[in-house]
Nanobody
């Protein structure tokens, strides 16, 4: 049974940082490209970072230089470091496989990041 459990979110002031974690189970974690997505209030879910099996990251231009994805295959855990947080980063953040895996696994509960003073 595939499960993702995200953690690390919270209320953060603009300009602050947060490190999100995601514990994966039920998959051979090291075999997959993994990704972080976010869903802002009232908007669609969007990809914000992905990382290949061997650790090569990808970021859309909108978050490049502020987001850093990493993984620990020994711990089946995915991480997302977000720096210089902006109010527009407010969203529920989810980990999952890459876009090719969409629909094949269940989503986890996500972790809420709220950026506000």
């Amino acid at each position: 049974q595939v499960q993702f459990m995200e953690s690390g979110g919270g209320l953060v002031q603009p300009g602050g940082s947060v490190r999100l974690s995601c514990a994966a189970s039920g998959i051979t974690f090291r075999a997959y490209t993994m990704a972080w997505y976010r869903q802002p209030p009232g908007k669609q879910r969007e990809l914000v970072a992905s990382i290949t099996r061997d650790g090569s990251p990808y970021y859309p231009t909108s978050v490049m230089d502020r987001f850093a994805i990493s993984r620990d295959n020994a711990k089946n855990t995915l991480y997302l470091q977000i720096n210089s947080l902006k109010p527009e980063d407010t969203a529920v953040y989810y980990c999952y496989g890459d876009t090719a895996r969409l629909g094949k696994w269940p989503w986890g509960p996500g972790t809420q990041v709220t950026v506000s003073s």
